[in-house]
């Protein structure tokens, strides 16, 4: 399995930062899944009044969150990270467009941000405010994924190429996780009717069977990074947002059973008929 497994991957980079930040990645990520799962979910969405214990809801009020429109928000969580892999492209075009790998790889960082804030503007329907600290800590999270992807790739350059090519593969895991994503928050969006602000059962598309479809294609499209990069700092990022995303769509799913009696059992959390 380990060999399999140094046939995907460029050797690691000489850089004891990024190699330790490929460490901690993971644990880190699958904690933070594993609190949402216990119920400390992290203050935006449908979970930003939704308070699981006493003991949550008493630090929540006591700390007086700053609040700002969840619109703006979200433009703070993504705009950062799309503007980094964009400035990438200005600062090194060389680079850019002369090694294939980079190229999809900040193509596919650039479209999936990009994605991401057109869909704040244009798409998603908001119900309220998100805390401010939120968005903050989640744009700091975005950025400093998306450059050091970049980075790790960009560290890769001159290295033995992975016997096993995945690049490609890699690019067409990303269109069908974007487009996946895409299509279920329009889905998400059509809920709603202009100015109502209450939740209601998702339906269409893959909502009949996983209540957090749009998940599972996000999982999807890190995986395609990771096998567009094939860095072993690439694989730690979409395995520990992977272990994330599992915790807060348990998470979604005990939500949506707590406030609605006609949920439908059956309706899995991630995977059809699976999880």
């Known amino acids: 399995m380990e060999s399999l497994f140094l046939k995907l991957v460029f050797p690691p980079p000489p850089s004891l930062f990024l190699n330790t930040l490929s460490v901690i990645n993971l644990p ?5 899944g594993f609190s949402e799962f216990r119920g400390n979910n992290m203050p935006y969405s449908k979970f930003l009044n939704s308070v699981t ?8 009020n006591k700390e007086k969150k700053t609040e700002a429109p969840s619109r703006l928000g979200m433009l703070i969580c993504y705009t950062p990270a799309f503007l980094a892999s964009v400035a990438f492209f200005l600062l090194f075009p060389q680079e850019s467009y002369n090694d294939i790998r980079m190229l999809l790889l900040n193509s596919a960082l650039a479209l999936h941000f990009f994605k991401r804030i057109f869909e704040v503007l244009f798409v998603h329907k908001y119900s309220g405010n998100m805390v401010l600290n939120t968005a903050i800590i989640i744009g700091i999270s975005y950025l400093s994924s998306t450059a050091s992807l970049i980075y790790a790739q960009h ?17 067409v895991l990303f269109l069908i996780g974007l487009s996946g994503n895409f299509y279920h928050h329009y889905l998400l969006s059509l809920l709603r009717e202009k100015g109502e602000k209450k939740y209601k059962i998702p339906k269409g598309g893959l909502f009949g069977l ?5 998940y599972l294609f996000e999982i999807i499209e890190f995986l395609g990074f990771s096998f567009i990069s094939q860095t072993f700092h690439s694989f730690s990022i979409a395995i520990g947002t992977m272990f994330y995303l599992v915790g807060r769509s348990c998470a979604t799913r005990q939500w949506y059973l707590s406030k609605f009696e006609d949920f439908p059992q059956d309706v899995k959390a991630l995977i059809p008929y699976v999880f």
Request: charged share 10%.
């Open 210 to 214: 996983v209540i957090c479809p749009h």
């Open 155 to 171: 560290l890769s350059q001159g290295l033995a190429e992975p016997p096993i090519d995945l690049k490609y593969i890699g690019f």
């Open 28 to 32: 880190s990520f699958a904690i933070g």
């Open 53 to 60: 214990n006493n003991f949550q809801k008493q630090s929540f």
